[in-house]
C-alpha cells in the first residue's frame, strides 16, 4: 500500500524511466542535499556530491531486493564479476539521472507546497477505510515499510515534481489527426490471402543423398557436428526432513508454546498506542511516570515524538499481525488489555507500548496442536540438521575422492546420475548453483567433494554435496557419429532447392494468366500488427508485396517450419483511425514515444553536465566483489 501513488506517478512512463529514482527517493528521504555532506563522494553532478553512504545504502536495498526475487540464484549473479559491474554501474547512473532531473527541476522552478502534500496524502485513496481517510491506517503502513511521515512526504512531494515535469514537456509531445490515420492505416492493414504449401518433409523423402555428397558436407561443415561435454556424477543432498526421527514431541511441550503464543491462534486483534522519544533516558522518565500513576493519553501528547499520532493520544488503532516491525508486534503480543512495556528499542527510536482493548477470539488447542506439532518439530530439527550439515563438511572433506563415507556417517543414501549433458541436467541437479559447480568448475577434472552447496528452495532448506566420477570433453564427432544428421541436412537442401524452383515456376505462370495447377487453401485474412507475432517469417514477404489491381499477385515464401508457400495476394484493406482498438494501440505507441523523449531528456541533460565520479572508491567495490 505505502507505494501506492497518484494516478500520475502510475503511468507506464513514469514506472520505466523513474523507478530507479523514486527507490532512491525513500531511501534518501528529502534528498542527497545535505543529508551526508561530511562523507566522500561516490560521484559529483555539477558539483552536487552524492555521497558513497547513500550509494552503498541503495546498493545494499537493491541487493535484498534481487535475493527477495531470485532466492539463492541472487547470490550467483552477484558472484560473477561482469553482471556485477554492471549493477553497481546501473545504481551509479539511477543516483545520477536522479540528481540531474531535481537540478532540472530546480531549473525550472517547479514547486509544491505543504498543503498540496497533505492534500495529495489524503485524496490519494491508498489509505482509505469506508471511503474515508484512516490515520491509524496511514501509521501502520509507515511503520510496517519502516518511512517515517517525513520522508513519505518527501516521496510524495518528488513524485509530484516529477508528474509536473511530465506534464510539462511530455505532453507537449501530440502527433497530428493524418500521422495518426497514417498509423492506422500501416499496422491495421488487413491482407486477404490464400496460401498453397509444399511440405518439406515430404520432398525430403523423394531425395538420396551419395556417400561422396554426404562426406563433401561433413568436410565443410565439420564444426558444426560436436559431441557436448558430458559428466557422471554422485551426490547427496540433506534436508531437515532427514533427520526428523532425531526429535521427540511431548503433549507438555505442545501445551506450553500454545499458553505462550496464543495470540497467533485464531483471529485476535488489539488496539495499541505508543509513544516515541529518540533516547532512553528519556522513555524510561515516562515509564517511571506512567507506573506512578501518570496518564498514557497525556504523556503522549506531551511528549510523543509521532506527532499525528501524539493529539490522538498515541492511538494507532486496530493493529493485525504483520502489519507492524515485528519487534513491536512481539511487545504488544506480550501484554494484557491496560497494560504498558518498558522501553523498547525499534528502528533506532525508543517506543512504550500500550494493549488498549482486544477483540476476536482464540482458537482451541485441539484445533491447533498438529500445527503446533509441526512448528515445534522444525525447531527442535533445525540444530540436528546443522549438526548434519557439519558432519558431511567434514566427512567429505577427509575423504575426497568419495561421498560413501559422508552419507554414512549421517545415514543417507548416496545417489548417482549417468552420464548427462548440459542440455540434459537430471531434475534433482536442475539448479543453477549444482550446474555452475559441475560444468564451471575444477571438479570435473580434479574428480574431488565438492563443498556444501545450498539449494534451499524458500522455505523448504537443503543442502547438496556432490562428485563428478567421470568427465568427457566437448569433442568433434565422427564422419560415421555425425552420418545420420548429415543426410537429413543434404536431403533438406536439395528438396528445398527443389520446391523453391518449382514453386517459382508456378508463380511465374500464374502471373502470366494461366491456370493454377497447385491446390490453394481458403481465404485467410491476416492483419499486420498481429501477422508479426502469429506468422512472424511469412509477414515479412506477405506485406511487401504489391496491392493487386484486378487480378491476384503471386508471391514464392517460406513459413517457420521451412516448408515452401506460394502466397496468392487477393485483396489488401487498409487500417482506420475508427477501428476497435486503435486507441488502445495509439496510446501505447504514445507512452513509447514518451519513453523516448524522456530519453533524450536525460541523455541532453548528461550531456551538458559535469560529471566526476570517484573512481577509486568503484574500484575499491570492485577489488571487494572479486574476494
Given at each position: 500500500?505505502i507505494?501506492k501513488?497518484?494516478d500520475k506517478?502510475?503511468?507506464l512512463?513514469?514506472k520505466?524511466?523513474f523507478?530507479?529514482i523514486?527507490?532512491?527517493?525513500?531511501?534518501?528521504g528529502?534528498?542527497?542535499?545535505g543529508l551526508?555532506q561530511?562523507?566522500?563522494?561516490?560521484v559529483?553532478?555539477?558539483g552536487q556530491?552524492?555521497s558513497?553512504?547513500?550509494?552503498?545504502h541503495?546498493k545494499s536495498q537493491?541487493e535484498n531486493?534481487?535475493?527477495?526475487q531470485l532466492?539463492?540464484?541472487?547470490?550467483?549473479?552477484?558472484?560473477?564479476?561482469?553482471y556485477?559491474?554492471?549493477?553497481?554501474?546501473?545504481?551509479?547512473?539511477?543516483?545520477?539521472?536522479?540528481?540531474?532531473i531535481?537540478?532540472y527541476?530546480?531549473e525550472?522552478?517547479?514547486?509544491?507546497?505543504a498543503?498540496q502534500?497533505?492534500?495529495?496524502?489524503?485524496?490519494s485513496?491508498?489509505?482509505?477505510?469506508n471511503?474515508?481517510?484512516d490515520?491509524?491506517l496511514?501509521?501502520?503502513?509507515?511503520?510496517?515499510s519502516?518511512?517515517?511521515p517525513d520522508?513519505?512526504?518527501?516521496?510524495?512531494?518528488?513524485?509530484?515534481?516529477?508528474s509536473?515535469l511530465?506534464?510539462g514537456?511530455?505532453n507537449s509531445d501530440f502527433s497530428?489527426p493524418?500521422?495518426?490515420e497514417?498509423?492506422?492505416?500501416l499496422?491495421l492493414?488487413k491482407r486477404?490471402?490464400?496460401l498453397?504449401?509444399?511440405p518439406?518433409?515430404?520432398e525430403?523423402?523423394?531425395?538420396t543423398?551419395s556417400?561422396?555428397?554426404?562426406?563433401s558436407?561433413?568436410?565443410?561443415h565439420?564444426?558444426?557436428?560436436?559431441?557436448p561435454e558430458?559428466?557422471?556424477?554422485?551426490?547427496?543432498?540433506a534436508?531437515?526432513?532427514?533427520?526428523?526421527?532425531?526429535?521427540q514431541i511431548t503433549?507438555e511441550q505442545i501445551?506450553t508454546?500454545?499458553q505462550?503464543?496464543?495470540?497467533q491462534f485464531?483471529?485476535?486483534e488489539?488496539?495499541a498506542?505508543?509513544?516515541?522519544?529518540?533516547d532512553?533516558?528519556?522513555?524510561?522518565?515516562?515509564?517511571e511516570?506512567?507506573?506512578?500513576?501518570?496518564?498514557?493519553a497525556?504523556?503522549?501528547?506531551e511528549?510523543?515524538t509521532?506527532s499525528?499520532t501524539?493529539?490522538?493520544?498515541?492511538?494507532?488503532?486496530?493493529?493485525?499481525?504483520g502489519?507492524f516491525?515485528?519487534?513491536?508486534e512481539?511487545?504488544?503480543?506480550?501484554?494484557k488489555?491496560?497494560?504498558f512495556?518498558k522501553p523498547?528499542k525499534?528502528?533506532?527510536?525508543?517506543?512504550?507500548?500500550?494493549a488498549?482493548?482486544?477483540?476476536g477470539?482464540?482458537?482451541?488447542l485441539?484445533?491447533?496442536?498438529?500445527?503446533?506439532?509441526?512448528?515445534?518439530?522444525s525447531e527442535l530439527?533445525a540444530?540436528?540438521?546443522s549438526n548434519?550439515?557439519n558432519?558431511?563438511?567434514?566427512?567429505?572433506?577427509?575423504n575426497?575422492?568419495?561421498?560413501q563415507a559422508?552419507a554414512?556417517?549421517?545415514?543417507?543414501?548416496?545417489?548417482?546420475a549417468?552420464?548427462?549433458?548440459?542440455?540434459q541436467?537430471?531434475?534433482e541437479?536442475?539448479?543453477?548453483k549444482?550446474v555452475?559447480?559441475?560444468?564451471?568448475?575444477?571438479?570435473?577434472?580434479?574428480?574431488?567433494?565438492?563443498e556444501?552447496?545450498?539449494i534451499?528452495?524458500?522455505?523448504?532448506a537443503?543442502t547438496?554435496?556432490?562428485?563428478v566420477t567421470?568427465?568427457?570433453?566437448?569433442?568433434?564427432q565422427t564422419f560415421?557419429?555425425?552420418?545420420?544428421k548429415?543426410?537429413?541436412?543434404?536431403?533438406?537442401?536439395?528438396?528445398?532447392?527443389a520446391?523453391?524452383?518449382?514453386?517459382?515456376?508456378e508463380?511465374?505462370?500464374?502471373?502470366a494468366?494461366?491456370?493454377?495447377?497447385v491446390?490453394?487453401?481458403?481465404a485467410?485474412?491476416?492483419?499486420?500488427?498481429?501477422?508479426?507475432?502469429?506468422?512472424?517469417v511469412?509477414?515479412?514477404t506477405?506485406f511487401?508485396?504489391?496491392k493487386?489491381?484486378?487480378?491476384?499477385?503471386?508471391q514464392?515464401?517460406?513459413d517457420?517450419?521451412g516448408?515452401?508457400?506460394?502466397?496468392?495476394l487477393?485483396?489488401v484493406i487498409?487500417?482506420?483511425?475508427?477501428?476497435?482498438?486503435?486507441a488502445?494501440?495509439?496510446?501505447a505507441i504514445?507512452q513509447?514515444?514518451?519513453v523516448s523523449?524522456y530519453?533524450?531528456l536525460l541523455?541532453?541533460?548528461?550531456?551538458?553536465?559535469k560529471?566526476?565520479?570517484?573512481?577509486?572508491?568503484?574500484?575499491e567495490?570492485?577489488?571487494q566483489?572479486?574476494?
Amino acid at each position: 500500500m505505502i507505494e501506492k501513488m497518484h494516478d500520475k506517478t502510475n503511468s507506464l512512463t513514469f514506472k520505466i524511466i523513474f523507478a530507479a529514482i523514486s527507490i532512491s527517493f525513500v531511501l534518501g528521504g528529502i534528498g542527497t542535499v545535505g543529508l551526508f555532506q561530511n562523507d566522500t563522494s561516490a560521484v559529483k553532478v555539477n558539483g552536487q556530491e552524492i555521497s558513497q553512504q547513500l550509494f552503498s545504502h541503495q546498493k545494499s536495498q537493491r541487493e535484498n531486493a534481487l535475493y527477495t526475487q531470485l532466492g539463492g540464484q541472487a547470490g550467483d549473479l552477484l558472484d560473477n564479476p561482469e553482471y556485477a559491474k554492471q549493477f553497481r554501474q546501473t545504481i551509479l547512473d539511477g543516483l545520477v539521472n536522479e540528481e540531474l532531473i531535481r537540478q532540472y527541476i530546480q531549473e525550472l522552478k517547479l514547486g509544491i507546497t505543504a498543503d498540496q502534500i497533505k492534500s495529495e496524502i489524503v485524496n490519494s485513496g491508498a489509505f482509505n477505510t469506508n471511503g474515508k481517510f484512516d490515520n491509524a491506517l496511514y501509521q501502520q503502513s509507515l511503520q510496517h515499510s519502516r518511512i517515517t511521515p517525513d520522508q513519505y512526504a518527501a516521496t510524495v512531494r518528488d513524485g509530484m515534481l516529477i508528474s509536473q515535469l511530465n506534464e510539462g514537456i511530455i505532453n507537449s509531445d501530440f502527433s497530428v489527426p493524418a500521422e495518426k490515420e497514417l498509423l492506422a492505416k500501416l499496422l491495421l492493414q488487413k491482407r486477404v490471402v490464400r496460401l498453397s504449401t509444399m511440405p518439406i518433409a515430404k520432398e525430403m523423402a523423394n531425395q538420396t543423398a551419395s556417400e561422396d555428397e554426404l562426406k563433401s558436407y561433413y568436410d565443410a561443415h565439420q564444426k558444426e557436428f560436436v559431441n557436448p561435454e558430458q559428466v557422471a556424477v554422485e551426490y547427496l543432498i540433506a534436508t531437515p526432513k532427514d533427520f526428523e526421527n532425531k526429535v521427540q514431541i511431548t503433549p507438555e511441550q505442545i501445551e506450553t508454546y500454545y499458553q505462550t503464543n496464543k495470540s497467533q491462534f485464531g483471529n485476535i486483534e488489539k488496539q495499541a498506542a505508543h509513544i516515541q522519544v529518540a533516547d532512553e533516558a528519556k522513555a524510561n522518565t515516562i515509564y517511571e511516570q506512567l507506573k506512578n500513576g501518570s496518564e498514557f493519553a497525556t504523556l503522549a501528547k506531551e511528549h510523543s515524538t509521532d506527532s499525528i499520532t501524539a493529539k490522538n493520544g498515541g492511538d494507532l488503532g486496530w493493529v493485525k499481525n504483520g502489519s507492524f516491525p515485528t519487534a513491536f508486534e512481539n511487545t504488544l503480543n506480550s501484554l494484557k488489555v491496560g497494560e504498558f512495556s518498558k522501553p523498547v528499542k525499534i528502528d533506532g527510536a525508543y517506543h512504550i507500548v500500550k494493549a488498549v482493548a482486544q477483540r476476536g477470539s482464540e482458537k482451541p488447542l485441539s484445533e491447533v496442536k498438529d500445527s503446533i506439532a509441526s512448528i515445534i518439530k522444525s525447531e527442535l530439527v533445525a540444530p540436528e540438521y546443522s549438526n548434519a550439515i557439519n558432519e558431511l563438511k567434514n566427512k567429505a572433506f577427509e575423504n575426497s575422492s568419495s561421498l560413501q563415507a559422508a552419507a554414512d556417517a549421517v545415514g543417507l543414501t548416496l545417489k548417482k546420475a549417468e552420464s548427462f549433458t548440459h542440455q540434459q541436467i537430471p531434475a534433482e541437479l536442475n539448479n543453477e548453483k549444482v550446474v555452475k559447480a559441475i560444468f564451471n568448475s575444477e571438479l570435473k577434472q580434479s574428480k574431488q567433494n565438492s563443498e556444501a552447496i545450498d539449494i534451499t528452495n524458500g522455505d523448504q532448506a537443503a543442502t547438496l554435496f556432490l562428485r563428478v566420477t567421470d568427465y568427457q570433453a566437448e569433442s568433434t564427432q565422427t564422419f560415421e557419429q555425425a552420418k545420420a544428421k548429415i543426410e537429413q541436412l543434404v536431403k533438406q537442401e536439395k528438396a528445398e532447392k527443389a520446391l523453391l524452383a518449382k514453386a517459382e515456376q508456378e508463380v511465374k505462370s500464374l502471373n502470366a494468366g494461366n491456370s493454377a495447377t497447385v491446390e490453394f487453401g481458403k481465404a485467410e485474412e491476416l492483419v499486420f500488427i498481429q501477422a508479426q507475432a502469429t506468422h512472424p517469417v511469412l509477414s515479412k514477404t506477405l506485406f511487401s508485396m504489391a496491392k493487386p489491381s484486378d487480378k491476384p499477385n503471386y508471391q514464392v515464401a517460406k513459413d517457420k517450419n521451412g516448408d515452401v508457400l506460394i502466397i496468392a495476394l487477393d485483396k489488401v484493406i487498409d487500417g482506420s483511425s475508427e477501428q476497435e482498438g486503435f486507441a488502445m494501440l495509439s496510446n501505447a505507441i504514445a507512452q513509447q514515444d514518451q519513453v523516448s523523449l524522456y530519453l533524450t531528456l536525460l541523455n541532453d541533460l548528461r550531456e551538458k553536465a559535469k560529471i566526476e565520479i570517484n573512481q577509486d572508491f568503484m574500484d575499491e567495490l570492485e577489488a571487494q566483489s572479486q574476494k
